[in-house]
């Protein structure tokens, strides 16, 4: 049982460089979230999907896009990398909010922008 | 708006020191609360939670937290902690009917062997 696979784990870019984080889950969760993780300053919110094609703002959304075609993947879009994304970033999932379960964490992405 | 609020930033403790960590959430109506602990290098894992019940809520390695409701608070506590406790440890939150979960800007802990 992966639980939630994020892919790759470390990576530079270069500022104007665009990429994708990949994440998945195999536990059937409706919720999907993406988080970034800057030191001192908790986790912060960019985007979260409550089902296949549906995606919505978090708390800082600005210079990011995701999509949610199927259940399993909740891919995040950087398209001109800056070094303000400079951070580390988590995916998670969770079953929907009546079930009362936690939320699952991927292992991060660290993302560089030069 | 909604905000936890983790009052330590940083604590130092010396091995089978008492820990209490505090968090205060901004919210009036009915809460699930957690509290999550990040090793160097690792992610987020689930410490304890809080749905309804006893507010005195027992986790894994020993952890515990009490809600007081009266305080919207929800802080944790170890009675001997250990030099593998140094982690960073997340308080949340989610509102009752609310898709998203809210942390706290998290407390680093070091425990001096």
């Known amino acids: 049982n992966a639980g939630v696979t994020q892919t790759p784990k470390f990576r530079i870019l270069k500022i104007g460089q665009s990429m994708t984080l990949q994440c998945a889950q195999d536990?059937?969760?409706?919720?999907m979230y993406w988080y970034r993780q800057d030191p001192g300053m908790g986790l912060k919110l960019i985007y979260y999907?409550?089902?296949?094609?549906?995606?919505d703002k978090g708390e800082v959304p600005n210079g990011y896009n995701v999509s949610r075609s199927t259940t399993e993947d909740f891919p995040l879009r950087l398209e001109l990398a800056a070094p303000s994304q400079t951070s580390v970033y988590f995916c998670?999932?969770?079953?929907?909010?009546?079930?009362?379960?936690?939320?699952?964490f991927g292992d991060g992405t660290r993302l560089s922008i030069l | 708006a909604q905000s936890v609020s983790q009052h330590n930033h940083h604590v130092i403790l010396s091995e089978a020191a008492s820990l209490e960590l505090g968090c205060n959430y901004s919210?009036?109506?009915?809460?699930?609360l957690f509290w999550y602990v990040q090793y160097p290098g690792q992610h987020l894992q689930l410490l304890l939670k809080?749905?309804?019940?006893?507010?005195l809520v027992k986790g894994i390695k020993g952890f515990e937290a009490e809600f007081i409701k009266s305080k919207f608070s929800f802080n944790l506590r170890k009675p001997s902690v250990q030099w593998s406790d140094t982690a960073e440890y997340f308080c949340?939150?989610?509102?009752?009917?609310?898709?998203?979960?809210?942390f706290g800007k998290g407390t680093r802990l070091h425990i001096l062997p």
């Open positions: 998670a999932s969770s079953p929907p909010r009546g079930n009362n379960q936690p939320q699952h």
């Open positions: 536990m059937n969760h409706n919720y």
């Open positions: 999907s409550v089902g296949a094609g549906i995606t």
């Open positions: 919210y009036g109506g009915t809460v699930n």
């Open positions: 809080y749905f309804s019940g006893d507010p």
């Open positions: 949340a939150v989610i509102p009752w009917g609310d898709d998203k979960i809210i």
